[in-house]
Structures are given as C-alpha cells and as structure tokens.
C-alpha cells in the first residue's frame, strides 16, 4: 500500500503481487515505483506512482533483492545474482549494462551523485566502487554496512565498529563516529549529505553532523535491529519498530506520525484506576500512552529483554515489571525511573503481582516455585514450592491468597499469612489457562486450553462450580470488572467475552482486537476495558450499548468531531471551548462531544515537548513564550515533584521576564534533584546563574555559572547545552544590572 508521509494516511493499495515483495524503491521525480518480487523465480515489476499500474515486468532467475535508480531516472539497477548487477531501461525494461563484480553482491547497491560511480556492498565485509560505463572496479574495502548521500557520497560501517564516510569514486576516508555505547548494527545518511544516523546495539540511533562529526541528537528504537532511515528528497527519517512505522522529524525527534495503535508485539498491560493511563510491556521497553487518544506519555527502555508481565502497586506510584530474562525491575510510575532490579530468577516468570499495602511482590515461575520479593528493594524475601507444572497466578487482595493453575486442570490455593494449603479445585481436564479473583475474594473465575471458563464459589470448593461458558477457543486472559458483574475472557483468536457472573451468559462478544488476546484489565472507576493482543491495545465501553443505526451514526460523527478537534495544538480547554461552539453539532452532540473531550484530558507528554521546543531558543516571541508557559503550568500543577516539567516551566518565565518566579522555580528543581540523591540538571544551573545575573545578584551569578561551565565542558556534544552555554556567554559579557 501507498502511504501518506505527511500524515500516515493510506493513499493506494496495490494489488497482490502473488509472492512476497522484498523491496521497493521510487524514482526521483516520484513519477516511477520499482518492486522486486521473491521466490525463486524472482522478478521485477515497475510500476506508476501513485497509481501503481503496471508499466513492464522482467522475469528473472533467482531472488532480487537489491535496487538503485540512476539520478537521471532513466536506468535502475538491479541484482544480486549472485556476482553480477545489471543496469536495465527504466521505460522498457531492456538490459543495458551488466557488471561483473569480484564478489557476490551482499548488503548494497546504489550510484553517487552524478550516477559515474556503482557502489556496490559485497559478501564477507567487503565494499567496491565500480565504474559505471566501463565497468572496471576502481576500489575495494572492507566495511559491512552501506548507506549514500546524493550529494554526500558513500557512508560504510567498518568491521571494527567505526561509521565512516567515504569518498565515493576513490574510497578515501573523510570522517569516523566512534560508538557510543555499542557495536554498530546499521548507518544512514541523508540525500544532503549533511546527517548519519548510526544504530547502535543498544537500540539508540545517533544522528551526527558530517562537517563536524558532532551529536545532533539521539533517538530510540525497538527492537535494536531495526536501522533508521532518511526519507529521500525530503526531510524526515523512519523505522519499522516493531509492527509499527515510525516516522521522525529529522532533528527535533518527535513522531509527527505512528501507523499502528502501539508498538507490538504485545506482551501485557495494565490500567491505572482512573483509566487515564495504560502500561503496556513489549520488545524490550515499558510503554505508558493515554488510552483515550493514543499518545504516548512515557516509554522505559530495558534494552533487550521482553517485558512480559506488568502489575501497579495499590498507591498507584511504582510498576513492577517481569522480564524475559528472568529478572524483576521496579519502575517509577511517574516518570518510567527504574529504581530496583531483582537477581535472576530459576525460571521464566509466568505470574507477578503486589500483595497488599505493596510491601511484597509474589513472583511465580515456570518450575512451580512462587517467590517474595521485597516491594523496595526487590530482594528475595523467601521461596516456595507450589505446583510442578504451574501455568497461571491469581491475588486475592482481601483475603491474602493466591489461586495457582496447572498443566493438568487443578487449581491449588494457599492462604499466604500463615503459609498453607486451604484447597483444591478440579476445575478442568485440559490445562488452566488463566485465573482471577472476583474483587470481593467469593468467586474465582477459570478458563482452560478447551475454551470453557468456570466461575468456581468457595462455599463449593471441590464440590462443582456456578454456572459456565464455552468460548470455542482457548483462553489466555480474564479479568474481574469492580462491581464484580462482568468477567472479561480473551481467547487465542483474539475475541474478548464480556461474562455475566451471576448466570454465565455472553454480553458482548468484541473481535477488533488484533491477534491472541495476552491480557485483559479493567479500570477501577468506570466500565473501560483494556484488551492487548499481540498486534494491537484496544480499549473498549464493555457494557452493552443498545443504540439503533441513527444513534450509532451519531456517536460516529460526534467522535470524529471530538478526533479533528484534538488534532489541532492546544489544551483540553481549548478543545472544550472549540466544541461548545461548533455550528455543524446539534446541542445534544455538543454536550456529548465536551464530554468526550473532557474525559481524554490533557497529552501531558506532548504538551512538555511542545513547551519544551519553544522556550530552548532565545529569540522566539513574547506570544509563544506565553503559550508555552500555559501549556506547562498545568502539568507542573499535576505533578508538582518533577524537575523535568519544572525545568521547562522555569525557562518559560525566565523568557517571559518573570525572573523571581524562574528563580523559585530553577532552585525547587535543585533541592528536588539534592533529595534524590541525583546529580542537578546542567540546564537548571545555567539558567538560574542567568537568572540571577538579571536580578543583579551578581556575585552569586559569578559563582553559580563558575560551577556550571566546569561541568558544561564534557557536555558540549549536546547541542541543547551547547546553545545555553553560549547564551549564557553573551550575557555574563554584559555587567548585571544593579538589584
């Protein structure tokens, strides 16, 4: 399919090709789209673009897998097969040139700038520069990974780990960028020749400027396999992350868009109470969005471990998340932080959860044994022996037990003040598959590998069950509502079975999800459902909705409304007050639109980014400074202990002139990092020495800005403290005015 870059829409799909389609390049003049299609008979197919008609197809032998157009857009190079590379007619299809290479075609094709040079990655690190009418081979070096500016030349990846850039029709190096933190997996240059991102192993891509070999910036990617790349002729880079497509702005690093709901697989996720967060754990991070519009509000990195299982304490301020190399983190709930990390486990974690009062975690593993960890330190507190072939864990918070599943169709339950066994239930002839408790503690709901889910009441505790439902497939989660009227039961095929408890009958049957469904959770007030399936987070109203055709068209146009509205830049009072007054919305629309409005809230990540990527620059106007100051100060309201909002509050007033309050400000932000145990934050010293040196307090200034520059000078790669530093140049040059 054929995407929008500006917006993630989809413009065109083309029809199947009949076999997979290993890569697609576009002309220059975007007019011409060139698809190598696999299996072994591979072939190539050009292509209109947008249109996607098919203008010629070549049949070849073997798979094609490497493609580059010529900059006057009337040849396309081919290959590999095996050590040759051939030049074909863009309007035809005709062979023009073949190329006979010393070694097989491996990692790269492409032409320099004025199409003169073939540059060419070969098998085993090896890299050519190939003269593109004779022919002959004009230099060779060793180097794995390939990438070319049109204007810029060649950039390689050597064998030792060092990105490079080339000149391309000699091979004579011009500039290296060491690593940072990791081996080099990947590098891409922009057509300017004026960027590389570098992918290191650690899954952070730095981007560096070819004329001075400095940082630009960093961004993060997942998994760490996934290389960055540069949109050719315009500006913007991209990443598959995941299932998803990632899209940056070159510098700044914001996504102006995301195609997918989340970044997946998906492992688990959890609400906060108030439903206005959802914890997602995937490939190697902890993702925390806003479940009533998609944003993203924070993400965790945990490198390359999976997070597979996620619980929320009882305050609602730390996370605890199992990971998929056996080990436990406890995470800040505010800020993503870890701040703990248990030993490794025996085995793989299949259950965690808080106990009450979060003083403990109870972390069960695949060999059956259940472990106390400490809910500070994560230190191992004791272990037990429960069940050999363990599957699933349930907390009844209430009455301080745990319900254990197994591979053969028992559940057994232990009392966990004192440690006993107080029962078990035959609850199936095929493995239980998920548990849960009721939130009173007097059902426990089970679901097998056949598909049935039991409702199981202790006053009946080996003697049969309450009544049962079969879902036809089996199921993976379930999930108590507060009121403890609906059990939720997602299954492998990705359907969601919305339970009455009190007679076992379906309310709603919800298949949007896509792939298995790995967890289900409710939010403590309201009736939202959270469902997270492999390939996608869904959140649903999970009482039925009995609304004719009319009012469902209604609710439709409504949400549209409320969608295109939070579209725009603004707070939720801005949106609020846009919706009040909407001509094309009837005033029952209107007060149901507000409504939604009201409940999706402020994006309290972007609204810190926004304010953010204002107030760092010195010559912005009065008005945009005003708004960046009314975009954070609600933020700073809601989380009155976080230095990094505060920061950028700090440098909105001092901006605005409103140095007393920036003063206040910058050192808040100071103590709190001194309570921490954390070292301050450079650009709070720098602009509080600013700060001061305007309020006349000049020795004070002197001072602070001595400590600041000694520090500043490791940091000057950074191009955010670069800029302070030399703001801060210009203004400690002028004498401070006197108090």
Request: glycine share 10%; with cysteine.
């Amino acid at each position: 399919m054929i995407v929008s870059t500006d917006e993630g829409r989809i413009l065109q799909r083309l029809p199947s090709c009949g076999a997979p389609i290993d890569q697609i390049v576009l002309n220059a003049d975007d007019t011409k789209l060139a698809l190598a299609i696999g299996g072994p008979e591979g072939r190539v197919e050009m292509r209109s673009f947008p249109q996607g008609d098919l203008l010629w197809r070549a049949e070849h032998r073997g798979q094609i897998s490497r493609w580059a157009f010529h900059p006057d857009g009337h040849r396309v190079l081919v290959g590999p097969w095996a050590d040759r590379v051939e030049a074909l007619d863009v309007d035809t299809g005709a062979l023009q040139q073949s190329y006979q290479l010393r070694r097989a075609l491996d990692t790269f094709v492409g032409y320099n700038r004025d199409g003169t040079i073939v540059l060419a990655g070969l098998d085993h690190g090896f890299g050519a520069g190939v003269d593109a009418e004779t022919g002959r081979e004009l230099w060779t070096g060793a180097m794995s990974r390939f990438d070319y500016g049109q204007p810029g030349g060649l950039l390689a990846v050597s064998v030792p780990g060092h990105a490079s850039v080339l000149e391309p029709s000699t091979g004579r190096h011009l500039r290296s960028f060491p690593p940072s933190a990791g081996l080099i997996l990947d590098v891409s240059m922009n057509d300017e020749g004026t960027l590389v991102a570098v992918l290191e192993e650690t899954g952070t891509t730095y981007l560096y400027d070819v004329e001075t070999g400095e940082p630009v910036t960093q961004l993060l990617v997942h998994p760490p396999t996934e290389p960055v790349r540069f949109f050719r002729r315009g500006g913007g880079m991209f990443a598959p992350d995941g299932e998803t497509l990632r899209v940056w702005d070159d510098v700044n690093g914001p996504a102006p868009f995301l195609i997918s709901a989340i970044h997946g697989p998906n492992f688990h996720a959890v609400f906060r109470s108030d439903g206005r967060r959802a914890y997602c754990g995937v490939w190697g991070a902890i993702k925390v969005w806003d479940p009533g519009t998609g944003a993203e509000i924070w993400t965790s990195l945990m490198g390359r471990p999976d997070v597979r299982r996620l619980d929320l304490n009882d305050a609602e301020t730390l996370l605890a998340a199992a990971l998929s190399d056996r080990r436990v983190v406890l995470v800040s709930e505010e800020r993503g932080q870890v701040l703990a990390t248990s030993a490794p486990l025996e085995a793989e974690i299949l259950g965690l959860m808080w106990t009450t009062a979060s003083t403990q975690l109870l972390v069960l593993d695949a060999r059956g044994k259940l472990h106390v960890l400490d809910g500070r330190t994560l230190a191992a507190v004791e272990t037990r022996g429960v069940v050999t072939q363990p599957t699933t864990l349930a907390w009844d918070a209430g009455r301080r037990r745990i319900a254990v599943g197994d591979a053969a169709g028992r559940i057994v339950l232990w009392d966990v003040e004192p440690w006993r066994e107080i029962g078990r239930i035959i609850a199936s002839s095929e493995a239980v598959t998920a548990t849960a408790f009721s939130h009173e503690g007097d059902i426990l709901v089970s679901g097998d590998a056949a598909g049935e889910v039991r409702f199981h009441a202790f006053g009946q505790i080996g003697r049969g069950t309450t009544p049962r439902l079969s879902t036809e497939t089996p199921v993976q989660s379930l999930a108590f509502s507060p009121d403890g009227e609906r059990v939720a039961a997602g299954t492998v095929d990705g359907t969601v079975s919305v339970i009455d408890t009190r007679t076992g009958t379906e309310w709603l049957a919800l298949r949007d999800g896509i792939g298995a469904c790995k967890g289900l959770t409710f939010a403590v007030q309201g009736s939202a459902l959270l469902s997270v399936h492999t390939k996608s987070i869904e959140v649903y109203e999970s009482r039925p909705m009995r609304l004719d055709a009319g009012a469902r068209h209604q609710l439709r146009r409504v949400r549209s409304h409320v969608d295109a509205a939070f579209e725009r830049p603004g707070l939720c009072d801005d949106v609020v007050a846009a919706l009040s007054a909407d001509p094309p919305l009837s005033e029952i629309e209107r007060a149901l639109a507000m409504q939604i409005a009201n409940a999706r809230g402020n994006n309290t990540g972007w609204q810190n980014s926004e304010a953010w990527g204002i107030v760092l620059y010195a010559d912005r106007s009065a008005e945009e400074y005003a708004y960046a100051l009314r975009l954070i100060e609600p933020i700073c309201a809601a989380f009155p202990k976080e230095p990094a909002y505060l920061n950028t509050r700090g440098v909105a007033e001092f901006r605005l002139g409103e140095l007393e309050k920036a003063r206040a400000t910058f050192e808040q932000c100071l103590a709190l990092m001194q309570e921490r145990g954390q070292p301050p934050q450079i650009a709070d010293q720098i602009f509080l020495a600013m700060t001061l040196h305007r309020l006349g307090r000049a020795d004070e200034a002197a001072s602070l800005w001595r400590v600041a520059q000694e520090r500043a000078s490791g940091l000057m790669s950074d191009k955010e403290i670069r800029n302070f530093v030399r703001e801060a140049e210009r203004l400690f040059s002028k004498p401070a005015p006197q108090p």
